[in-house]
């Protein structure tokens, strides 16, 4: 296997740490806008089938050329969901694979935002999917930790532990705390903004999908390993539009573990118009420039990625399941924590950005091996789930499951 | 009497609405940094009393040529705090006597900004007192509403109303709203936060000033005539800084009231560092640009002067006094309310503007008859409170009284 790794931001270096510690794939091309983060990510691992090349996401014909360059069967993207339909429509334009951790982006209904989906997280890459079946080519969406490994473990309750389902929860939580700052998200802040103040969607049997207001039906959900109990609220995320696809389920949802105060913060930076995109006007050194008030947001907080070594505590992704097994009513909570001391002494990676990362890699050795085949748009459900979990053990970074 | 006013913003104009009702001035000339908005205020009032020029605030030769070439004997200054300095020294360089509504900014403390007074409001004023006085000229500091009437209401309490006074404390509430708006601050926001999160000042008899922690102290106090009670906290003022000079009393605070939202809203632009004034760096057009987060929180909020017509309810100022008359407790509010609806109609001003700008009138009036006479720089503690109490209500905006 020849991998072409668009992005070497937090993400993409994790991947390039974890996937140098397994033979799996000949070559990794990593490749970001920024030619030195490129080269940076492959310095650090020091292992000769890696190469850094330039290349804007944007650009087709260059990420099409370069595929082609490399003689790379496969293109891992890790970059942020803008540049997700370029790269999958690269990737198909060049007869490559494709693997992604988030989906072609949303667009609220035009009238009815909070009740009725518009356009749908994943929809621009499904309307797309004769295409790479009849081509036999695969595009595996959303294989990061969530949506990832959490599709994964849907698949596995739907197979193993239960005959039938009444409810999927994704449920992602963690008692993460950065040193010298009083408020650091883990996450880049612009990709949380557009989570979590998009309208939220759940999908109900019979009913289909639908959304809410975003922050819909709180809950406290007790997270395990230490980490206890978090507010989580209804987040729009790919899951709820991946599982019903291959998983017969009478309700799925994820929840966010924003916790009281991530999620003040945010709704008022709603209220202030501070998460807008579009540009407003303000006085600069030369005169009036026209900026984006959510970059302005990003750029007055620390960059996640930097923040390591100054964090501490556990992330936690998983998916409560309820239904029945045998007759008897059963509820399982099946999840992965990362402990931010472990991932940054092991793969010098901090918790949230390692516990992405490792699960495309596990799913491209998966490919590479042939445990996982198929052609078209999958999600991660679409594939047996035992295979997947038994080697992310291997790696070292073993999955539990609470009865509950 | 003959008047130089310099700014003819919100409060400037509406200055000149309600002096245009008054005979006792000959003649007022509006200035401002932008000759349009001077014409316009002038045009407004339609009173061959007024005329307009275009002055930069900064330039005390300038400023001191107008008030030579007019003839006036006292300069009013309508501008934001910045240009106090520059406005007082023009005024006692052309001889004139000088009134404005907010004093010389001060500067926190470098090590202990949370414990102790670093350069105060108004030093900077006080330091030149001994030159007025000795020419006997008179700088009335701090004489718009807060500070201005909140001081005449201490003095007043001081005189009539209490033997001895354990505490005065400023409060000023609202329950303004503004259609079409979630959020929509009724003066500027970027005033409002360098107000809000400089170290708020005390004064304690004994032990004199000092600063505590932004939002400190915080209490619901009941406002009147329906605005009811409102969450406040200490913010950094010029009355504490002014009556502890004239009066007597144990402490001396000053609390705005905020309400629990504006505080929150006020907090988490402070932890996410959108307060600040230096610039950050993000992404324009045509490549980075540098830009100040506390602008960009600006231009995403609507111009406060703009919303008079869609803003409903009153606002309130006033002074509550705590202490003993004839051996018996006795606890006062002092206060004037303003309802939008009321002074939007009679005056063509926003409520919170009208406020500010009727009270320097009322004083210049007292000034011009000589019910008020002295020299050196004097804050309106150092009068006489019936006249200027008696006037306010002959102006048609009573004030009111509450045992309580």
């Known amino acids: 296997m020849r991998v072409l790794l668009v992005g070497a931001g937090g993400v993409g270096s994790a991947i390039a740490r974890i996937a140098a510690r397994r033979p799996f794939f000949e070559a990794m091309v990593v490749a970001d806008y920024d030619r030195g983060?490129?080269?940076?990510?492959?310095?650090?691992?020091?292992?000769?089938r890696f190469t850094a090349e330039r290349v804007d996401a944007n650009d087709r014909a260059a990420v099409g050329e370069l595929l082609t360059r490399h003689g790379c069967d496969v293109l891992l993207n890790a970059t942020d969901p803008r540049f997700v339909m370029p790269l999958f429509e690269a990737a198909r334009g060049a007869g490559a694979n494709y693997v992604?951790?988030?989906?072609?982006?949303?667009?609220?209904?035009?009238?009815?935002?909070?009740?009725?989906c518009g356009v749908k997280l994943g929809d621009d890459q499904f309307a797309q999917a004769d295409d790479w079946e009849k081509a036999g080519a695969l595009a595996l969406v959303g294989m990061g930790v969530e949506p990832g490994l959490s599709?994964?473990?849907?698949?596995?309750?739907?197979?193993?532990?239960?005959?039938?389902?009444?409810?999927?929860?994704?449920?992602?939580?963690?008692?993460?705390?950065?040193?010298?700052?009083?408020?650091?998200?883990?996450f880049s802040i612009w990709t949380t903004i557009e989570e979590c103040l998009n309208p939220p969607v759940v999908h109900e049997a019979g009913r289909g999908w639908f959304t809410t207001a975003p922050f819909s039906e709180p809950e406290v959900f007790d997270f395990p390993e230490g980490i206890g109990p978090v507010e989580c609220v209804n987040v729009e995320h790919e899951e709820v539009l991946l599982i019903p696809r291959w998983i017969d389920a009478g309700r799925v949802t994820f929840k966010y573990g924003l916790g009281t105060e991530f999620i003040e913060t945010l709704r008022t930076l709603h209220l202030l118009g501070l998460d807008r995109t579009e540009p407003v006007t303000v006085p600069g050194p030369d005169g009036p420039v026209a900026v984006s008030p959510r970059d302005v947001v990003a750029a007055c907080l620390p960059d996640p990625a930097t923040l390591g070594e100054r964090m501490h505590g556990k992330t936690c992704a998983g998916t409560w399941v309820r239904g029945t097994k045998d007759g008897a009513p059963r509820e399982v909570y099946l999840y992965h924590v990362v402990d931010n001391q472990w991932s940054m002494a092991e793969y010098g990676s901090q918790a949230v950005v390692w516990q992405t990362a490792i699960n495309p890699v596990v799913a491209l050795e998966l490919l590479a091996t042939s445990a996982w085949t198929g052609s078209g748009v999958l999600g991660p459900e679409a594939f047996p789930?035992?295979?997947?979990?038994?080697?992310?053990?291997?790696?070292?970074?073993?999955?539990?499951?609470?009865e509950q």
């Open 37 to 48: 983060r490129a080269e940076a990510a492959v310095a650090a691992v020091g292992d000769d």
């Open 100 to 116: 992604d951790m988030a989906m072609s982006l949303s667009h609220p209904h035009p009238e009815r935002p909070h009740e009725e």
């Open 151 to 186: 599709d994964v473990f849907a698949r596995h309750a739907a197979d193993e532990l239960f005959d039938t389902i009444e409810e999927i929860g994704v449920r992602d939580g963690a008692n993460l705390t950065v040193d010298g700052y009083d408020f650091a998200p883990s």
């Open 385 to 402: 789930a035992r295979p997947f979990l038994d080697l992310l053990t291997e790696y070292g970074s073993p999955w539990g499951m609470r």
